[in-house]
T-cell receptor, first 118, second 111 residues
Framework: GAVVSQHPSRVICKSGTSVKIECRSLDFQATTMFWYRQFPKKSLMLMATSNEGSKATYEQGVEKDKFLINHASLTLSTLTVTSAHPEDSSFYIC??????????????FGNGTRLTVT | KQEVTQIPAALSVPEGENLVLNCSFTDSAIYNLQWFRQDPGKGLTSLLLIQSSQREQTSGRLNASLDKSSGRSTLYIAASQPGDSATYLCAVYSGTYKYIFGTGTRLKVLA
């Protein structure tokens, strides 16, 4: 089955530093990847949609200069949290889907990244 | 604007019980609905996908139904086991690359 690998699973960083999270589709080409943020005991909040080779589409209220998304290849998307603050501490999850499969196929998720900013 | 609600928010049952989790959505114009399982600190695992033209899907002890006209889906878990303890989320896909997630039901099955 389709596998999405997300790395790292946990990261602790100091305020003001930047952190990069990787999301890879291991056995399929993901033309579209999604980045979500999840607060404790809350549902998933879509942050942005990234399409291979083009700029990401950010949801309202998400700062694109703070959460940099790059989708340079069909198997890799990265989320960089720049100048991290403690309020950026959260659980970040990526998901992926191959082109044209949204209506007919399940969405595949990575295992998430727990970010703690001290 | 599509809104997805899940009831109950939390559920605790003894092992062996059959149980039903509910998901409701406000806009019936959906392409599909998916049920996911999330273990603590982990990502989501897809359990069942129901197309808008389908009424139900089954996988092992799980059965999901969809009533698009009334904006409802249920996830039925038969003979629950402690290993079923997790958070269950439903999500609807209405197009434009967006999945809208419910707030989840936290299930605890007691041994």
């Amino acid at each position: 089955g389709a596998v999405v690998s997300q790395h790292p699973s946990r990261v602790i960083c100091k305020s003001g530093t930047s952190v990069k999270i990787e999301c890879r589709s291991l056995d399929f080409q993901a033309t579209t990847m999604f980045w979500y943020r999840q607060f404790p005991k809350k549902s998933l909040m879509l942050m942005a949609t990234s399409n291979e080779g083009s700029k990401a589409t950010y949801e309202q209220g998400v700062e694109k200069d703070k959460f940099l998304i790059n989708h340079a290849s069909l198997t890799l998307s990265t989320l960089t949290v720049t100048s991290a603050h403690p309020e950026d501490s959260s659980f970040y999850i990526c998901s992926a889907s191959a082109q044209g499969e949204f209506r007919n196929s399940p969405l595949h998720f990575g295992n998430g990244t727990r970010l703690t900013v001290t | 604007k599509q809104e997805v609600t899940q009831i109950p928010a939390a559920l605790s049952v003894p092992e062996g019980e059959n149980l039903v989790l509910n998901c409701s959505f406000t806009d019936s114009a959906i392409y599909n609905l998916q049920w996911f399982r999330q273990d603590p600190g982990k990502g989501l695992t897809s359990l069942l996908l129901i197309q808008s033209s389908q009424r139900e899907q089954t996988s092992g002890r799980l059965n999901a139904s969809l009533d698009k006209s009334s904006g409802r889906s249920t996830l039925y878990i038969a003979a629950s086991q402690p290993g079923d303890s997790a958070t269950y989320l439903c999500a609807v896909y209405s197009g434009t690359y967006k999945y809208i997630f419910g707030t989840g039901t936290r299930l605890k099955v007691l041994a």
